[in-house]
């Protein structure tokens, strides 16, 4: 029985990992047998290519100097566009969550701006900034901005009596109560939203890169597609996404440390 | 004068009134009032009262004390996580008028729980830890509400007896509410029974055979 009982542990752990190799080893049949041109016989025999190659072209494009410097453009962009974010949003959702007339009047602006297709607005950042990074930075500022703002709004409003009812009566107030109190009750929240705003940010920054070009992999992947260069366009596609999730566990690492309370809301509650 | 309700009527609608023209009197300092009554009754809704938070509909509360210093029913939520129980305990006290914590602490026998985080804590460590951060804050009245639920029985008579000692030391004036009638017995200079939208005195000798507030 306790064989069996960590056998099935062992494979429950082994699971994700075999979920790649089936997902893998789907995609080299297809590419192998061209079974995707009996679905579609006028696609070329380069749409598809095998896993393996794509994997072979990421090794010697990773090797390359180009790639680490667009590498570091876009998500140098990412980040930058993030932090900022972070740091406006959680101190205009301060603002508007604990000055009424504050949240009143950004209500409607803000319900109009985080349903607005952030990059609808690109041209309009395009007349103030040109098209350059500082654009870039903006475009990633103004569609990760509002999930922070509205989440740290949402936890100023949602804070519990009894903090309010301590803080009147056991002196909390000023920085103290801002800054021991409120922001460290309003964190858990902010973090979790991070992990949205910071992939909202990645979209955004590639995506400004594929539209205006110059450099970044945004603007690397236009290329490989412009010059047919399929292996490359895969390859550059696969790094996005490693980076994709390298800065999402990063950001899960960094919050999981620094927020321990995060798993005892429901404790507050209790 | 500390605290006083003078025919105080209340409701959080108007069909439905908690308390009707109801009058009491916390005179003296460092004098024991003890609310009792079935719960369900509203005596939350008193101490919501006396501490300004809710107005009443009609009648006087006047709240005179200087500090007064609320442990609400279930107030966990009010110590900060993120935060060690020792810094719970002085956080908001001005530096320098700390001198109170170190007696609070023995007195809760809290002395092992100071490195800990309050999510560590069972139900009856909080309830100490909360009661001890009160008294930390130097009151000349506290209010509180069910203070000990969460503690056992013997280890709630041992601590009333020293907490009565203390506070009688200090002066220390207390608003009481309760449905355990031992706590009354321990602590209380006057006891006021909740019933029907009704505030009256009761005896304190009664409280052994009455079966009005039963656990």
Not at chain 2, 59 to 69: D, L, M, Q, R, T
Not at chain 2, 139 to 156: K, N, Q, R
């Amino acid at each position: 029985m306790t064989v069996n009982y960590s056998g099935k542990k062992i494979l429950r752990k082994l699971l994700p990992v075999f979920g790649v190799i089936v997902f893998i080893s789907i995609w080299e049949v297809n590419s192998y047998f061209n079974l995707y041109h009996l679905i579609a016989p006028s696609l070329s025999p380069t749409t598809f290519p095998s896993f393996l190659s794509i994997s072979e072209r990421l090794c010697e494009i990773v090797a390359s100097v180009d790639f680490w410097n667009a590498a570091r453009v876009t998500v140098a962009r990412t980040l930058a566009g993030f932090g900022i974010s972070m740091l406006l949003g959680t101190v205009l959702g301060l603002l508007a969550g604990r000055v009424q007339l504050i949240g009143v009047l950004v209500n409607i602006p803000v319900e109009f701006f985080r349903n607005l297709p952030a990059i609808a607005a690109m041209p309009i950042l395009i007349l103030f900034l040109g098209i350059g990074t500082s654009m870039k930075v903006a475009l990633c500022v103004f569609g990760s901005l509002f999930p922070i703002l509205i989440a740290t709004t949402t936890s100023m409003q949602n804070i519990s009596e009894d903090i309010h009812i301590a803080a009147r009566f056991y002196g909390w107030s000023g920085w103290r109560l801002l800054f021991i109190v409120l922001l460290p009750s309003a964190l858990p929240e902010i973090a979790a939203s991070g992990q949205t705003a910071l992939s909202i940010s990645l979209i955004l920054a590639v995506m400004g890169e594929m539209l205006i070009g110059g450099d970044g992999l945004g603007s690397m992947i236009v290329d490989a597609e412009r010059t047919f260069n399929n292996l490359n366009l895969y390859a550059l596609v696969m790094a996005l996404g490693i980076f994709g999730c390298l800065l999402a566990f990063g950001l899960r690492l960094i919050v999981n440390r620094l927020i321990f309370w995060k798993v005892n809301i429901n404790w507050q509650q209790s | 004068m500390i605290l006083s309700f003078k025919n105080v009527s209340f409701g959080y609608t108007t069909q439905s009134e908690i308390i009707t023209n109801g009058s009491f009197s916390l005179t003296t300092k460092g004098e024991r009032l003890f609310m009792v009554g079935p719960s369900g009754t509203g005596k939350s809704t008193i101490m919501k009262i006396a501490l300004g938070l809710l107005q009443p509909n009609s009648g006087v509360v006047e709240n005179k004390a200087i500090h007064p210093i609320p442990i609400m029913q279930n107030f966990n939520a009010s110590l900060l996580p993120w935060l060690r129980v020792r810094s719970n305990l002085l956080f908001g006290i001005a530096p320098g008028h700390e001198s109170l914590f170190e007696a609070v602490v023995s007195l809760f026998e809290i002395d092992s729980l100071l490195e800990s985080r309050p999510t560590e804590l069972s139900g009856g460590q909080l309830q100490r830890v909360l009661f001890a951060r009160a008294l930390c804050q130097k009151p000349d009245l506290i209010l509180v509400d069910e203070p000990f639920s969460h503690l056992d029985l013997p280890s709630t008579n041992r601590l009333l007896i020293r907490l009565g000692e203390y506070l009688s030391e200090h002066k220390i004036s207390v608003f009481w509410i309760t449905h355990r009638h031992f706590e009354a017995k321990a602590l209380a200079h006057r006891i006021i029974h909740l019933e029907n939208q009704t505030l009256r005195p009761l005896q304190l000798q009664l409280l052994a055979d009455t079966q009005v507030f039963t656990t």
